[in-house]
């Protein structure tokens, strides 16, 4: 059985404009693309036109970042409608969203946000899995975030409203195990630890980045910013191993890279240090 797992585990990229040439000189070194889905809800006709025809050459999958699903707020149907079009005109594998919330009161903050962790928010991020589900027709993979506060008012903490949300929903997790490690380390949890309270059966896909640490105002320490900037650290490839030897299932693992673009053959790099991490799990 574990041959076969790993023969299944895939290691791909985020796709990026910057990254086009590399990616497209290199396909037959990248299992799968994701592709940020809000970059082309009102794309016009020829950028469609390319990402379909990147589909037909590499397994693509969808990723949303505007629709706050993690939220008592209904979502919105025209922003999952939209997600539903796409889908069904690049025939993506499948879709995904974070366990966040990005607006609220009719005003968009910007930027994704851990709302309080709460039954409340569990409930209302469950129910709004459920409307997207319906409308695209398909379950997403979800998502957990960076926070560099803890939640005010949260009466869970992370691994028990995680657990409460996948279980609830019966989707599948989209571990990000950079922000699981930012969050660990900015809040005095081992991440070993956080890792093992999750519900590693229910993780299907993966996403590793890399941050840089920023100084707390007057002095009070620091802490780790989930960036995208930087290469994935060596305690993030260690958290890959951990999974890897914990979740039997066949993973699927994005790098992500949003700036400070390195060489494209040390992109490719970080790809196999993951698949290396992968084996090592694997093996154990």
């Known amino acids: 059985m574990a041959v076969a797992a790993v023969a299944a585990d895939r290691v791909g990229l985020g796709w990026r404009g910057e990254l086009a040439a590399g990616i497209l000189s290199n396909l037959a070194q990248i299992d799968v693309l994701e592709v940020i889905a809000d970059d082309y809800y009102r794309a016009p006709r020829a950028s469609i036109d390319a990402l379909c025809s990147l589909a ?73 899995i459920a409307l997207a589900s319906r409308i695209i027709g398909s379950a997403p993979l979800m998502e957990n975030i960076a926070t560099l506060i803890e939640p005010p008012a949260s009466s869970m903490d992370e691994a028990q409203w995680l657990g409460q949300i996948i279980a609830g929903a019966q989707v599948p997790l989209l571990l990000d195990l ?17 890792l093992l309270r999750l519900p590693l059966a229910s993780v299907g896909a993966v996403h590793l980045s890399g941050g840089h640490w920023i100084d707390e105002p007057g002095g009070a320490g620091r802490r780790l910013l989930d960036d995208h900037r930087h290469d994935v650290p060596s305690e993030v490839f260690e958290l890959l191993t951990l999974l890897a030897r914990h979740a039997p299932q066949p993973l699927t693992v994005i790098v992500e890279r949003d ?7 040390h992109v490719l790099g970080q790809l196999e240090l993951a698949r290396s991490a992968l084996r090592k799990g694997r093996s154990t």
Do not use: C, D
């Not at 950079?178 to 630890?193: M, Q």
């Not at 700036?259 to 053959?265: D, I, K, L, R, V």
């Open 56 to 128: 037909r050459q590499v397994p693509v999958s969808l990723h949303g970042v505007g629709m706050g699903l993690a939220s008592t707020i209904p979502a919105e149907p025209r922003r999952l409608q939209a997600m539903a079009r796409l889908m069904k005109t690049v025939q993506a594998e499948s879709w995904s969203e974070h366990l966040s919330f990005v607006r609220a009161g009719g005003v968009e903050i910007g930027h994704l946000a851990a709302p309080p962790r709460t039954p409340a928010s569990a409930a209302g991020a469950i129910a709004n």
């Open 178 to 194: 950079h922000n699981l490690y930012a969050n660990a380390v900015n809040f005095a949890v081992k991440p070993e630890e956080l």
């Open 259 to 265: 700036g400070n673009y390195p060489s494209f053959e």
